[in-house]
């Protein structure tokens, strides 16, 4: 008989856990630190300093540019929260902060219209147009005596789809009143200022005056990311070092990845649950493969390029999974996976290739993205290449590889 419902619940509340704090990891979690963004914060205040000197002096508009995962919107953020909350508490100056996703809200007036939500404007129920609230939410805050920084984020698809018209709407907003006290002030968020070239010459120039550049993270930044989060997220002694160092490996720009912080902490938290899932109380390189695997769209293509792989670089590919799953590192020395090869066409009874011939075959599986290889550097006696493989688990990427190389083996037997 199946145990009941609750009994099953029950049963997977009281088991422990690896985490105390997954929320750290998520995209949304705003931290206490903002490690290698440093200077960009610097920027900012810099830039919004004049909302503590000279209040309503001036509407400042500042651009922040980089691709995804750069810790533009975390940073911003992050600005808006301690910044506002130091205005007031040492300042005395009323300033908040908005932030609004123009993925969701895509048109000029439900821009407006959540401006004035977040800013807690008393709007009538009568529908108001576009013009109407903005006069509103400009009439609320001399009321208050309170100035706001706007953040629009992922402008460049507001700026797509609202068009010049509704961009020059906000960003001029003060052109026609120029004694009136500039209480709002912008920041736009966006992946490059290619974008922007959609609009009219002289709105995209204003726009231009005030950049902050986020670039890629390199793996010695995401790895200083991912250990103050994995010190947050999970209890002492679950992550060590070579698991976090590995996840920056592959996500690096340095390393040829993307330099996307956001998609190096889901790797860790996804990692995370599956050692959860299976009882263990270590996160190790393995469920990290694991967790490559369920998010990356390049397993699949990878899967397809292994199907038409020839036999030797089959047999390579089979030797370095081997050696991976014995040493349990997250690198391999290439000799080692050619002594592992050189068994394995024993094995099957094929004779071995030369080791310029192996070395190429190597070579072919990283161009492939099959697997990756470095040159070791500090701590490696002499100069080797380095092995290892991002995707997984290894156990069922052994079991597909040792399928391929007995059909190919049969194959070329006939």
């Given at each position: 008989?199946?145990p009941?419902?609750?009994?099953?619940?029950?049963?997977?509340?009281?088991?422990?856990?690896i985490?105390?704090?997954?929320?750290?990891?998520?995209?949304?979690?705003?931290p206490?630190?903002?490690p290698?963004?440093?200077?960009?914060l610097?920027?900012?205040?810099?830039?919004?300093?004049?909302?503590?000197?000279?209040?309503?002096?001036?509407?400042?508009?500042v651009?922040?540019?980089?691709s995804i995962?750069?810790?533009?919107?975390?940073?911003a953020?992050?600005?808006?929260?301690?910044?506002t909350?130091?205005?007031?508490?040492?300042?005395?100056?009323?300033?908040?902060?908005?932030?609004?996703?123009?993925?969701?809200?895509?048109?000029?007036?439900?821009?407006?219209?959540?401006?004035?939500?977040?800013?807690?404007?008393?709007?009538?129920?009568?529908?108001l147009?576009?013009?109407?609230?903005y006069?509103?939410?400009?009439?609320?805050?001399?009321?208050?005596?309170?100035?706001?920084?706007?953040?629009?984020?992922?402008?460049?698809?507001?700026?797509?789809?609202?068009?010049?018209?509704a961009?020059?709407?906000l960003?001029?907003?003060?052109?026609?009143?120029?004694?009136?006290?500039?209480?709002?002030?912008?920041?736009?968020?966006?992946?490059?200022?290619s974008?922007?070239?959609?609009?009219?010459?002289?709105?995209?120039s204003?726009?231009?005056?005030h950049?902050?550049?986020?670039?890629?993270?390199?793996s010695k930044?995401?790895?200083?990311?991912?250990?103050?989060?994995?010190?947050?997220?999970?209890?002492?002694?679950?992550?060590?070092?070579?698991?976090?160092?590995?996840?920056?490996?592959l996500?690096?720009?340095?390393k040829?990845?993307?330099?996307?912080?956001?998609?190096?902490?889901?790797?860790?938290?996804?990692?995370?649950?599956?050692?959860e899932?299976?009882?263990?109380?270590?996160?190790?390189?393995?469920?990290?493969?694991?967790?490559?695997?369920?998010?990356?769209?390049?397993?699949?293509?990878?899967?397809?390029?292994?199907?038409?792989?020839?036999l030797?670089?089959?047999?390579?590919?089979?030797?370095?999974i081997?050696?991976?799953?014995?040493?349990?590192?997250?690198?391999v020395?290439?000799?080692?996976?050619?002594?592992?090869?050189?068994?394995?066409?024993?094995?099957?009874?094929?004779?071995?290739?030369?080791?310029?011939?192996?070395?190429?075959?190597?070579?072919?599986?990283?161009?492939?993205s099959i697997?990756?290889?470095?040159?070791?550097?500090?701590?490696?006696?002499?100069?080797?290449?380095?092995?290892?493989?991002?995707?997984?688990?290894?156990?069922?990427?052994?079991?597909?590889?040792?399928d391929?190389?007995?059909?190919?083996?049969?194959?070329?037997?006939?």
């Amino acid at each position: 008989m199946p145990p009941p419902t609750w009994e099953i619940i029950e049963g997977e509340l009281g088991k422990p856990s690896i985490f105390k704090g997954k929320e750290s990891l998520a995209p949304e979690f705003l931290p206490d630190k903002l490690p290698h963004r440093e200077e960009q914060l610097r920027e900012l205040v810099n830039n919004f300093k004049h909302l503590i000197t000279s209040p309503g002096s001036f509407s400042q508009k500042v651009l922040l540019v980089g691709s995804i995962g750069t810790g533009k919107t975390a940073t911003a953020r992050v600005f808006g929260r301690d910044f506002t909350r130091l205005a007031r508490q040492k300042h005395h100056v009323n300033i908040r902060y908005v932030h609004i996703n123009c993925h969701r809200n895509r048109t000029l007036y439900n821009v407006v219209l959540e401006i004035a939500r977040q800013l807690e404007v008393p709007l009538p129920s009568r529908g108001l147009s576009v013009q109407e609230m903005y006069t509103a939410i400009l009439n609320y805050l001399d009321e208050e005596n309170m100035y706001a920084i706007i953040a629009l984020d992922e402008f460049d698809y507001f700026a797509s789809i609202a068009g010049s018209d509704a961009v020059y709407f906000l960003v001029r907003t003060y052109d026609e009143y120029a004694d009136m006290i500039k209480r709002l002030n912008f920041i736009f968020i966006t992946r490059s200022t290619s974008s922007l070239s959609l609009l009219d010459s002289a709105t995209e120039s204003y726009l231009l005056k005030h950049i902050i550049r986020f670039n890629p993270y390199s793996s010695k930044e995401l790895y200083d990311i991912l250990v103050y989060r994995a010190s947050q997220a999970f209890y002492e002694g679950v992550v060590d070092d070579d698991v976090l160092k590995y996840i920056a490996e592959l996500e690096g720009v340095d390393k040829g990845g993307k330099g996307n912080a956001r998609f190096a902490l889901e790797l860790l938290m996804l990692a995370g649950e599956a050692a959860e899932k299976e009882g263990s109380l270590k996160v190790t390189i393995e469920h990290v493969r694991k967790a490559v695997s369920a998010i990356s769209p390049e397993v699949t293509m990878v899967s397809e390029a292994i199907l038409y792989l020839p036999l030797h670089e089959l047999l390579v590919l089979w030797a370095l999974i081997r050696q991976l799953k014995r040493v349990k590192q997250p690198y391999v020395k290439i000799g080692d996976v050619e002594k592992e090869y050189n068994m394995l066409c024993e094995m099957i009874g094929e004779a071995p290739r030369k080791h310029t011939q192996v070395y190429e075959y190597v070579m072919n599986l990283k161009r492939a993205s099959i697997i990756d290889a470095k040159t070791s550097g500090k701590g490696q006696r002499g100069r080797t290449t380095l092995l290892s493989i991002r995707y997984g688990p290894l156990d069922t990427l052994e079991r597909f590889v040792e399928d391929l190389v007995r059909k190919r083996k049969i194959g070329a037997d006939i």
